[in-house]
């Protein structure tokens, strides 16, 4: 188990261009100045590291921050404009989180794929009944919020419209994708041994909230 923590660990890494307010912020599995001199093979621009920070969670972790930082990203990917001190300050904020709550978060995913289940049910501990409250609060959040991510969306497609796409805004083009009809191969005669010899089972425990009445449990 510890060596495959050990495996997991990467490094997000930090290189500023310049003495400016811009930063490449990434990830690797390796030496971050090696990543380093990879890409900055050919730049006009000096880049220095300017940050590293090692993680069993590297993947969300730059990911945390590529999020946080939106709004000051550049158009080259991983470069945003900010100051170092806005930068420390998002580094700080994400690992933060991403600590706390990727542990939890791993440990939720290895009881998912345990098929075997007790049909006990639990009672709710202390505190369980705020974090149900403040999920549904979350949950009805969410899907006003995609209500208008759709329809922001819908608007801007709607004004490219049959074209490809609109300068500096958006594209919006055609992506081939190609899927199996399971139904007809597993019961078509010539191809069911070859599902039964392949298949294999997917399945997880799936997570459901129960209606409880709030003003009651409160």
């Not at 009881?111 to 709710?124: D, G, H, I, W």
């Not at 081939?176 to 599902?195: N, S």
Request: aromatic residues 12%; neutral net charge.
């Amino acid at each position: 188990m510890v060596t495959k923590n050990i495996q997991r660990i990467g490094k997000i890494y930090c290189c500023q261009v310049g003495s400016g307010d811009c930063f490449k912020i990434g990830r690797t599995m390796n030496s971050p100045e090696d990543r380093k001199r990879g890409f900055a093979t050919g730049s006009p621009v000096k880049l220095s590291l300017y940050k590293e920070v090692e993680t069993e969670y590297a993947s969300e972790l730059e990911r945390y921050i590529h999020v946080f930082l939106d709004e000051k990203r550049a158009e080259n990917g991983e470069f945003f404009h900010v100051s170092s001190h806005e930068l420390d300050e998002a580094i700080t904020h994400a690992v933060a989180v991403i600590e706390e709550s990727q542990p939890i978060v791993c440990q939720a995913a290895s009881f998912r794929m345990q098929s075997q289940l007790s049909a006990t049910y639990v009672e709710p501990p202390t505190g369980m009944f705020q974090i149900y409250s403040e999920l549904r609060r979350l949950r009805r959040e969410l899907f006003f919020l995609e209500q208008q991510k759709i329809f922001l969306e819908s608007k801007i497609q709607i004004a490219i419209g049959d074209n490809c796409g609109m300068r500096n805004i958006a594209s919006w083009k055609w992506r081939d994708r190609w899927i199996m009809d399971m139904d007809r191969f597993k019961e078509d005669a010539l191809y069911q041994q070859l599902f039964q010899q392949y298949k294999y089972n997917a399945g997880s425990r799936t997570f459901s909230l129960e209606r409880t009445d709030l003003a009651k449990a409160a």
